[in-house]
């Protein structure tokens, strides 16, 4: 499994390196893309018609965004995966990190936010979020940060994060009220 997920990684970080111009958006997409899906989530809040189903899965969305994240730091504490150019699998055309790459923390807080959106039902806002969580996850391998395997294992925390949030966080209930009142 590993070959083949290293193949894969190798062949999608092919080109880094050697087209400035993919090398630039791919940078710019892997540098903005999570502040700006968070951005983008969090301007919904002063849509003029914003009703408190919208509001409650903005909220459902900060909350899986941040539970992914949480799980990550707990899977972190047994899965200790090296980054694949410590492996000399790709070719890095960023700085280097300092922790482990599964699961990817990009793709997780992208996917979170993707699968808040489709796990409540606003499947036109959940797929333009999937659709820049893919490119996320890709621009991460594509600059030679993450194996695929590990956008694949954030996608799956992140959307893991979306569905306990669902079962727990219930809409129109006493807390849900006072937090979409807000502002």
Do not use: C, K
């Amino acid at each position: 499994m590993y070959q083949f997920d290293a193949a894969i990684t190798a062949w999608i970080n092919t080109w880094a390196g050697h087209a400035p111009t993919i090398d630039s958006v791919m940078i710019g997409i892997s540098t903005a893309g999570v502040p700006l899906l968070v951005l983008a989530v969090v301007a919904q809040w002063w849509v003029p018609r914003s009703d408190p189903a919208i509001r409650h899965v903005l909220i459902a969305a900060g909350l899986s965004f941040l539970i992914g994240l949480g799980i990550n730091q707990l899977i972190l504490l047994f899965v200790q995966r090296a980054r694949p150019y410590e492996a000399h699998v790709t070719h890095l055309i960023i700085d280097r990190t300092v922790d482990f790459s599964f699961p990817s923390d990009h793709a997780t807080a992208s996917f979170a936010i993707a699968a808040a959106f489709l796990v409540h039902g606003l499947s036109r806002r959940g797929f333009w979020f999937l659709a820049a969580a893919l490119l996320i996850g890709l621009s991460r391998v594509y600059l030679g940060t993450h194996y695929a395997s590990d956008i694949l294992g954030g996608a799956a925390t992140g959307f893991l994060a979306a569905v306990l949030v669902r079962f727990a966080y219930r809409e129109d209930t006493r807390l849900d009220r006072l937090v979409t009142g807000i502002l």
